[in-house]
Every structure is written in C-alpha cells, then in structure tokens.
C-alpha cells in the first residue's frame, strides 16, 4: 500500500504567518538568473510580504500585461515551499511564443506581474509514492526541480531516480544545482541524458533518445516506482507508450508551458459573439476564446489555461474555431460543439455560450 511522503506538511505551514494560501496576488521580482541560453528563472516576493503556501509539483497561473493588452499563462512552480519567502517561474524560449519571448528579454528586477492562484493535483503532497522517478524534458524540469528540491530541503530518506532529457549539455536546466544535488544526497541517484553531447568532456551523463531500453538501463527498479513526469507531448506520448510496454501504472504528468505558435493560416482570429451574456468583441489574430472573453468583461471559469483541466468547456455555435487541447476535453464532447476558451482561437466569426 502506497503511503504519502511521511513529511508532516500541516506542521509544516501552521505557523508561518502571515501567508499566501491561494487567489489573486501582486508580486515583485527580485531576481533574474540566466539558466541556459534560451531560460530563465524569475524570483519574486508578494508584495504584501506574505509567504508562500503551496505543494511542490503545482502551477501558477499568471497575468502578463504586454504592450496595454492581457495575457495569460500557466508556469510550473521551479521553486519549493521550503523556501517559503520567495517563488520562482523558470521560463524557456518558444518560438513564436509572446509570453516566453517578452519575459526572457524584458523582465527585470523590480517588475510586477499577478498572479490568479497557484494550484494543480500534480504534486508530491497528495499523491502516494514511495520510491518516486521524477522524469523530464526540456523546460519541462521546472515542476519535478520542486519537488526534488522539497525533498533534499526535508532530508527525506526516500530513494529518488531523476531522469532529464535535453538537446545537448547546455540545454540542461539546473545542470549545476543538479550536479551538487547528485554529489551531496546519496539517496538520489541522477541521470542527465542529451541528443547530443557536444564532445563536452565536463558532462558525465548519458546519450540517446528516451526508450525502454535506456530507461531500464538507468532505471533497473523502474516497475516498482512511481512515476512524476513532465515535458513537451512528444515526449510524454513516447514515455507513456514505454510505461505501457513496461507495464508501470502508477503515472503521474503534468504538461505545462507555453504553446508553438499556430500557423499563419489559422491566425486570422474574428468577432466573437458571447449569446448569453449578449457581449461581442473582435479577437485579435493569436488570441484565445479565454481573452477576448475577459477583454468584454465575460466570466467563463477557468483553472489551468492550457487545455488540461477541461474547467472552461463552452458550446461554440456558431462558426468554427482551432483548438490546442492537451487532452482536456473528449472527442464526444468534440463532436458536440464543446470546445476549451483557453485554447481555442477563432477562425472568423464565431458564436459561443458564454
């Protein structure tokens, strides 16, 4: 019977007062570090001097203001509750990506972003494990980097694997912190594996492309741990086939980040029609459902902002839409005129219920 971490997480935030327990809040940022070429982390206080209360693991959803217009996005949490003073976004470069893009040149000390809430069921405080594997690739290290990093900070014995996949060396996100984290905790063992090595000789890791073959070569005990991964859907698609071939079930995945941008031809965006409310507002060419409802002042509930959590359905009626779903809404419900605010962009216009 899988237990959860026997760390005592309520004694753990019982006494920091006062502290951010979820919602709306203003943040400061304190600190910009340069990770690799294309990432970095943005460190940030609340501006209320609160400090922060969430699960490692979990997202935060964030309000950016570029260029006088609203823009939303859902980023990992890289930081740990452990350090409760501050909390940290680690933000890779994606091309075509305006949040990525903006945040990687402009962000600096002393800006103010908000954010709507930290939340998110993909963390290491409600789901069980005992001998976990934390999977990951790419920029999608930044949810596991918390929880790996809650962990050392709590001196939990448990046995840890840690497998990141990157392009090359200098790709590896926290190449340096993962590199202490493998000399000083005996109880992690690390696996840092490239596409291609460079012919750096500072990098002890490995080469390849993820398959069963290697995760069981890095991994001998994979079938007897759970599994937290995280990473671009190619990647995720591929380890699922590979625990579905090694017959390993307890799988837990978070898929957040910034999306590729749609293609020119789908771009064109339209009028939008809200028939419940009665509001209409024009959606600018790369705009979602989502903002132009909140541009016209129409609530449509919403949690992840990244087509997972299905929480923003609406029915489109009329006109036709392109939909960037991560697996949030069924094909069923695809059929029925149902599709996600969050990630749906209008192709002309369109009529939703909303």
């Known amino acids: 019977m899988l237990t ?19 919602g709306p809040a203003n943040l400061i940022c304190k600190a910009v570090i340069t990770e690799t070429h ?34 939303y996005r859902a980023y990992s949490v890289s930081s740990a509750p452990t350090r409760p003073h501050n909390v940290s976004i680690t933000v890779k470069r994606v091309p075509g990506g305006l949040v990525s ?17 930290i939340a998110g069921d ?15 690739g790419g ?4 949810p596991v980097m918390s929880m790996l990093q809650f962990l050392n900070d709590t001196a939990d014995p448990v046995d840890i694997a840690f497998v990141h996949f990157a392009r090359t060396p200098h790709d590896v996100i926290f190449r340096d912190h993962l590199d202490f ?34 995760l069981r070569s890095l991994v001998p005990d994979l079938r007897g741990r759970e599994v937290f991964m995280c990473g671009p859907e190619g990647f995720m698609r591929a380890a699922r086939s590979i625990f579905s071939e090694l017959d390993v079930v307890a799988i837990n995945q978070e898929s957040f980040g910034e999306r590729i941008a749609i293609p020119e031809n789908d771009k064109q965006g339209g009028q939008v029609n809200f028939t419940l409310t009665g509001a209409t507002l024009d959606c600018a060419a790369g705009e979602t459902l989502l903002e132009t409802a909140m541009n016209a002042g129409v ?31 069924t094909e069923q419900e695809k059929a029925e005129g149902y599709a996600l605010a969050c990630c749906s962009r209008p192709i002309g216009a369109v009529s939703i219920e909303a």
């Open 299 to 329: 609530w449509i509930n919403s949690s992840c902002r990244q087509g997972v959590c299905g929480s923003c359905r609406v029915r489109v009626t009329e006109g036709k839409v392109r939909m960037d779903d991560l697996g949030g809404i």
């Open 101 to 117: 893009n903006w945040l990687n040149d402009h962000a600096r000390p002393g800006m103010r972003l908000d954010i709507m809430d």
């Open 38 to 71: 294309d990432a970095k982390t943005f460190v940030f206080e609340d501006a209320l001097n609160r400090a922060f209360d969430f699960k490692p693991g979990q997202y935060a959803l964030c309000r950016f203001e570029i260029e006088g217009k609203a823009h």
């Open 181 to 214: 984290v493998a000399r000083r905790f005996k109880n992690v063992s690390m696996h840092l594996v490239v596409g291609d090595d460079l012919n750096d000789d500072s990098f002890s890791g490995s080469t390849g492309e993820i398959s069963a073959a290697l």
């Open 122 to 136: 993909f963390n290491i405080i409600d789901r069980p494990f005992e001998r976990p594997l934390f999977l990951s």
């Open 139 to 142: 920029s999608g290290i930044t």
């Open 4 to 22: 959860k971490s026997p760390f005592r997480y309520d004694v753990f935030t019982a006494n920091k007062q006062p502290r951010y327990q979820g």
